[in-house]
């Protein structure tokens, strides 16, 4: 017979789930890293951007306050020349832009300390420009023009003009030296970026050729297995067949053979109850011979004698009874299983609502002398099986869950039911005794009983229950702690299917 069932790829279905995860969990954390890395170097552009933006606006700003110094300069020149007023106006505009002018670049380099001192030399040279002009101005504006080019001549503003542009020059590389270094951290950002890209491409595309590999395998694996499932498959219905035409031989046999010991030991056992009831009248002859003896002849009876006549023989009478009484009832018992074995079974649709209401009228009177509650939890789901059957199933349980509930508190007895695909699962639970944890598959067996043996019964109820379900195609068990109740779990095929038997000759 065909065992191998599943891939023998070296490692377990298990393991290689968990193999395949990981790889999907390393080209995942690939894809974040690059994500990381490519939203890192846009960030960094964008900051590079903004940089040397502000670069540009910097030395813009630095031409301006120069331009505006220079154009200062040329007006008061062209006024000290010709007194034309405009060149004053001209003058005027241009030294009144100069601190606007050199504040903004003051603004815009206020991170820089470097260019901060170059800021105060600048307003120092410009403030000692501006003095200068503005005494040559007004030599010239009270009509001593010959004195203001005298003063002109002889001033220090040329050199003072070369050291402001000289400044600028040295503001602007500052800039420029700035704006390298800018570069510079931009090309190793964009390097480290696009590494970062290229090892988390090869991984990605290390971790896809690995996981396609074992998809493949693993893939040609389970080809060759659900092959072989089914060359089995194909065989498997014959030998279920098969195993199942044994079983159901096996147990007529066994059917048979309960029927025919039961019956066998009926015969005997009724001889064994007929002389019993023969000695018992013999006994009481005997006893009855006991007593006139005593009264005419009192020394010819022993105390042995008296006391086998009417302690021992009755005592035993007694006891031989009491046990052909409990023999006849296993007997019957028995009778009464193989006879279940034989039954045909009917399959008809159930109304299990109704079929428990029934069961719980026929126990009205135990349950209400025990003070107890049956209570059905709807929808309680519905079956097509043996009507018979189940009936027996269900009263049992009921019956026992009644029997052996606990008079220190209010029964209280439920009877539950799901469906699950094409089987249904019933709980039938109450508060009683319990049962305990090792009683639990004991509970079945035939003539096994648990706990405290106060209740009439002989133990075959739960066997009978267990026989009927797996008749019917079903399972049932328990669970249960002692003084918290007990549990009975019986799950039922929603539709009963006769199970093949083969007729042919082995």
């Known amino acids: 017979m065909y065992t191998r069932l599943v891939p023998s790829f070296g490692v377990s279905e298990g393991r290689m789930g968990r193999f395949l995860v990981t790889c999907m969990a390393i080209g995942f954390f690939a894809l974040i890293a690059a994500g990381v890395a490519a939203a890192w170097s846009t960030a960094q552009n964008e900051h590079h951007t903004r940089e040397v933006n502000h670069t540009y606006e910097v030395e813009l700003a630095i031409d301006r306050a120069r331009i505006a110094i220079e154009q200062s300069e040329t007006a008061r020149r062209g006024y000290l020349l010709t007194s ?82 000289s400044l600028a020059d040295t503001m602007v590389r500052e800039e420029r030296r700035l704006l390298a270094v800018r570069d510079a951290a931009q090309q190793a950002s964009v390097q480290v970026f696009y590494v970062t890209l290229a090892v988390a491409g090869l991984l990605l595309v290390l971790v896809a050729f690995i996981t396609l590999v074992t998809v493949l395998r693993y893939t040609r694996e389970l080809a060759t297995s659900r092959d072989a499932l089914r060359d089995f498959a194909d065989t498997l219905e014959d030998l279920v067949d098969e195993r199942t035409a044994d079983l159901s031989r096996a147990n007529e046999e066994i059917q048979r053979f309960a029927y025919i010991v039961s019956h066998d030991l009926r015969s005997p056992l009724v001889n064994v109850m007929g002389f ?50 409990k023999m006849d009832r296993l007997i019957n018992a028995i009778l009464k299983l193989s006879r279940q074995g034989r039954r045909v079974i009917l399959a008809e649709p159930l109304d299990i609502a109704v079929l428990i209401d029934g069961i719980g009228a026929s126990l009205t009177q135990q349950i209400e002398h025990r003070g107890a509650t049956l209570t059905v939890e709807q929808p309680l789901p519905n079956l097509f099986s043996d009507r018979v059957a189940v009936e027996q199933i269900f009263s049992n349980l009921i019956e026992n869950a009644v ?55 002989e133990g075959i109820g739960l066997a009978h229950v267990r026989a009927l379900a797996y008749r019917l195609g079903g399972v049932i068990d328990v669970s249960s702690e002692l003084g918290r109740g007990a549990t009975f779990r019986l799950t039922l095929p929603a539709t009963y299917t006769e199970a093949k038997t083969d007729t042919r000759g082995r």
Not at 86 to 115: F, H, I, S, W
Not at 126 to 134: F, H, I
Not at 136 to 157: C, K, M, N, V
Request: aromatic share 4%; proline share 5%; glycine share 6%.
């Open 84 to 165: 034309e007023p405009v060149y004053l106006a001209t003058y005027r505009t241009a030294m009144a832009a100069v601190p606007k002018a050199v504040g903004t670049v003051a603004t815009l380099t206020e991170d820089n300390p470097r260019q901060q001192g170059n800021i105060t030399t600048m307003r120092r040279l410009v403030g000692d420009l501006s003095a200068q002009r503005e005494r040559t101005i007004a030599a010239a504006e009270a009509g001593d023009r010959a004195g203001a080019l005298t003063q002109f001549e002889q001033e220090t503003s040329i050199r003072r003009m070369r050291a402001v542009r």
């Open 276 to 325: 019993t009831a023969e000695l018992e009248a013999a006994t009481g002859a005997i006893t009855e011979l006991i007593d006139r003896a005593e009264e005419k002849a009192p020394e010819i009876v022993s105390e042995d004698a008296r006391l086998a006549a009417r302690e021992d023989l009755p005592e035993a009478i007694r006891f031989i009874r009491t046990s052909t009484q």
């Open 403 to 457: 029997k052996y509930l606990d008079p220190a508190r209010p029964g209280r007895i439920v009877v539950r039911g799901k469906r699950e695909g094409k089987r249904i699962h019933y709980e039938i639970e109450d508060n009683g005794r319990g049962i305990a944890p090792s009683d639990h598959a004991r509970v079945f067996d035939l003539f096994r009983r648990s706990g405290t043996q106060d209740q009439p019964g």
